[in-house]
């Protein structure tokens, strides 16, 4: 940490002095409003405690057979992202849906990425309110599920 000091200190009397101004990086509106996707409101998600009867399947985990290419994708980057898998086919595969046209804007995507998995229509379940062996057999079902999805357009 000491050997940082001094660049800590050039870069606060620079900003203190006025060097580093935000209007040195103008960003256009249009690209700051085309990066944000809005998701839509949804009911809350199921969670383990609250699934629906004949959601869980016999093991206690939902089925994936509703998700959609965009949905599969962000749980893909999830999975990766929390370590529930360590296989780099399934950052591949996750990559692979979310290069697909209209997928990485689809709230789908949004919604895998922080761990909800679509059941059909709107209705998500919360794969945090499994334990890890559950969301990593998640994980796993969720990339057996992908090839079939890349194979569908």
């Known amino acids: 940490m000491v050997a940082f000091r001094p660049v800590f200190k050039a870069v606060a009397s620079l900003a203190f002095m006025g060097g580093i101004t935000l209007a040195a990086f103008p960003m256009p509106q249009q690209a700051l409003a085309a990066t944000i996707l809005k998701v839509p409101a949804v009911p809350a998600p199921m969670t383990a ?3 629906a009867p004949g959601v869980l399947d016999y093991d206690g985990i939902p089925t994936v057979e509703h998700a959609s290419a965009a949905n599969v994708a962000g749980l893909m980057s999830y999975c990766y992202s929390h370590k529930l898998v ?3 086919t399934v950052r591949s595969l996750g990559r692979k849906l979310a290069s697909r046209e209209g997928v990485s804007t689809n709230p789908a995507y949004a919604w895998g990425g922080v761990g909800r998995l679509e059941l059909g229509g709107q209705t998500m379940f919360d794969v ?25 357009e």
Not at 129 to 152: H, W
């Open 49 to 51: 405690s609250t699934a």
């Open 86 to 88: 360590t296989d780099t």
């Open 128 to 152: 945090g309110s499994l334990n890890r062996d559950q969301r990593a057999a998640v994980c796993a079902r969720s990339a057996l599920r992908g090839p079939d999805l890349l194979k569908s």
